[in-house]
T-cell receptor, first 117, second 113 residues
C-alpha cells in the first residue's frame, strides 16, 4: 500500500512564526502536492512538484513556499504564519504517467490540523 | 461560479437505503471523473474513477457521468454504517502529463444503524 506520512497530526503556532510541514511518501511517486482543506471551500491546491527541486504554484500559493530536495519528501513552509492560515493541510502524491489516470490518482496523508493563534 | 458544485449535506439515511450523491460542473474540458471518500480525521482516498460518459460499477458503488448535462453521480446500494464519511467528487482534463484536479466541497453522509 502507498503510504503518505505527514509529520504532525496537530500543530499550534503563533502569528509570525515560521512553520514547516513535512511529508514523506514511500512509493517512489514523482508527483507530490500540498492542499489545504477548509469548510465550504473544499480542497485547494497550494503547490505541487513533479520532480526533485521542481515546483509549480497551485491556486493559492501566497504566503507559502515549498522544498523538494529528495524524491520522497515534500515540505510546505509558512514563512510568517497568520491566523488565516489556520486550516487542515493535506499532502498527496501520484505517479507521473502517460497512461491515464495515473497522474490523477492521488494518495493522501492523514493531514495536519494547523492552528495559528 | 465554482467550476464544481456539490451539495454539502449533511445527508442522513437509514442502513440499507440507496444513497445518491451528485455534482455538477461547468468546465466542458473535464474528462476524468473521480469520487474520493474521506473518513473523519483522515485524508481522502480514491473510491472510483470514470473516463468520459457512462457508468462504472464496483460492488455496492456505481458511478455515473453525463457529460451532456455536466452532471456526475455516485450511488451506494445497501448502505452500511461504515459508509458514513464525506464524499468528494473530483475531475480533471486528463489529456496527459499533470492535469489539475478540481474538487467539489464534499457531501457528508451518515448511515444510521
Amino acid at each position: 500500500d502507498v503510504k503518505v506520512t505527514q509529520s504532525s497530526r496537530y500543530l499550534v503556532k503563533r502569528t509570525g512564526e515560521k512553520v514547516f510541514l513535512e511529508c514523506v511518501q514511500d512509493m517512489d511517486h514523482e508527483n507530490m502536492f500540498w492542499y489545504r482543506q477548509d469548510p465550504g471551500l473544499g480542497l485547494r491546491l497550494i503547490y505541487f512538484s513533479y520532480d526533485v527541486k521542481m515546483k509549480e504554484k497551485g491556486d493559492i500559493p501566497e504566503g507559502y513556499s515549498v522544498s523538494r530536495e529528495k524524491k520522497e519528501r515534500f515540505s510546505l513552509i509558512l514563512e510568517s504564519a497568520s491566523t488565516n492560515q489556520t486550516s487542515m493541510y493535506l499532502c498527496a502524491s501520484s505517479l507521473f504517467g502517460t497512461d491515464l489516470p495515473d497522474n490523477e490518482k492521488l494518495f493522501f496523508g492523514s493531514g495536519t490540523q494547523l492552528s495559528v493563534l | 461560479q465554482k467550476e464544481v458544485e456539490q451539495d454539502p449535506g449533511p445527508l442522513s439515511v437509514p442502513e440499507g437505503a440507496i444513497v445518491s450523491l451528485n455534482c455538477t460542473y461547468s468546465n466542458s474540458a473535464f474528462q476524468y471523473f473521480m469520487w474520493y471518500r474521506q473518513y473523519s480525521r483522515k485524508g481522502p482516498e480514491l473510491l472510483m474513477y470514470t473516463y468520459s460518459s457512462g457508468n462504472k460499477e464496483d460492488g455496492r458503488f456505481t458511478a455515473q457521468v453525463d457529460k451532456s448535462s455536466k452532471y456526475i453521480s455516485l450511488f451506494i446500494r445497501d448502505s452500511q454504517p461504515s459508509d458514513s464519511a464525506t464524499y468528494l467528487c473530483a475531475m480533471s482534463g486528463g489529456s496527459g502529463g499533470y492535469q489539475k484536479v478540481t474538487f467539489g466541497t464534499g457531501t457528508k453522509l451518515q448511515v444510521i444503524p
